[in-house]
């Protein structure tokens, strides 16, 4: 796997992670959700944090036009649920268990058997 398609692949999930988590976390602030009460100031966090989610988006579309969709699917989307799941247990406090480390780590193998099977 070129160097450029890895950065691609991490910077699109990490974006991906960052702007889930950063949505979970405004919304978890608002509580009870209604969009017709909204404050401008929570309007334009949630906006952030969707525009850095898209960003992520936007990049797996790049990753997704360089390289074959066998490939690019499951390595970015993978990359995207360990990364999603590692940012829930450290920034959101959610548990880990051995099972999920399991998952993670078979996800992460998963996805270099893909990289390297080229």
């Not at 579309?61 to 360089?66: C, N, S």
């Not at 940012?87 to 880990?96: M, Q, R, S, T």
């Amino acid at each position: 796997m070129a160097a450029l398609d890895l950065g691609l692949y991490l910077a699109s999930a990490l974006l991906t992670a960052g702007g889930l988590t950063w949505i979970k976390l405004d919304l978890a602030a608002l509580g009870q959700l209604d969009l017709l009460a909204l404050g401008l100031v929570a309007a334009l966090k949630l906006a952030a944090a969707a525009a850095v989610y898209l960003g992520g988006m936007l990049l797996w579309l790049v990753v997704l036009g360089r390289n074959p969709m066998s490939t690019a699917y499951p390595i970015g989307i993978g990359l995207s649920l360990v990364s999603t799941t590692l940012a829930a247990i450290v920034v959101l406090g959610e548990p880990v268990g051995v099972l999920r480390l399991i998952g993670i780590g078979a996800i992460l193998a998963g996805a270099v058997c893909i990289g390297r099977s080229r």
